[in-house]
């Protein structure tokens, strides 16, 4: 069983920033991709960032270039780094970890007012 610990989430003005952890109960070494979804009031849930066990990142087009995902092996936690926030960024976002299976955290909220 893997527990995932979100925090870092509030209420920013919008060009703001927020730094987004998520702290897993032992090594993330095992997980092939750890991921950063995000879900607005009555929307989806989307994913908004990927890093793969290569280091490589993905994102979605509507961060890309503000956001920056990374992890640190050696603290068994991986961030997400929120600049240039905007309105549209309020949503709870959480984790997710693949190894075999997946694993989520609870989700933290983040508002950003205009």
């Known amino acids: 069983q893997v527990q995932l610990v979100e925090s870092g989430g509030g209420l920013v003005q919008a060009g703001g920033s927020l730094r987004l952890s998520c702290a897993a109960s032992?090594?993330?070494?095992?997980?092939?991709?750890m991921d950063w979804y995000r879900q607005a009031p009555g929307k989806q849930r989307e994913l908004v960032a990927t890093i793969f066990s290569t280091g490589s990142t993905k994102y979605a087009d509507s961060v890309k270039g503000r956001f920056t995902i990374s992890r640190d092996n050696a603290k068994n936690t991986v961030y997400l780094q929120m600049n240039s926030l905007k309105p549209e960024d309020t949503g709870v976002y959480s984790c997710?970890?693949?190894?075999?299976?997946?694993?989520w955290g609870q989700g933290t909220q983040v508002t950003v007012s205009s």
């Open positions: 032992g090594s993330i070494l095992r997980f092939n991709t």
């Open positions: 997710r970890v693949f190894g075999q299976i997946p694993y």
